[in-house]
């Protein structure tokens, strides 16, 4: 089981790397092979690994934006 907590945080360690702010989804989902569902899962598990990272929609483009401050 510790095993796959490392392989996973390593996994998460370098996804959430090439995860730039401002990049359009849709240039990790066609370098990645992902569809919008598995990409959901993936900022789920970034989640629990304590990898904050946020989809926002920008004038019609969803884009990465991470460390993005709590709302009060």
Do not use: Q, W
Request: glycine content about 4%.
């Amino acid at each position: 089981m510790e095993d796959t907590k490392r392989t996973d945080l390593e996994f998460i360690n370098k996804i959430y790397k090439y995860m730039k702010n401002d990049m359009p989804i849709e240039t990790f989902m066609e370098k990645f092979h992902v569809s919008f569902a598995e990409l959901n899962g993936i900022l789920e598990l970034c989640k629990l690994y304590g990898k904050e990272i946020e989809l926002v929609n920008e004038n019609g483009t969803i884009i990465f934006k991470k460390n993005v401050p709590k709302k009060a």
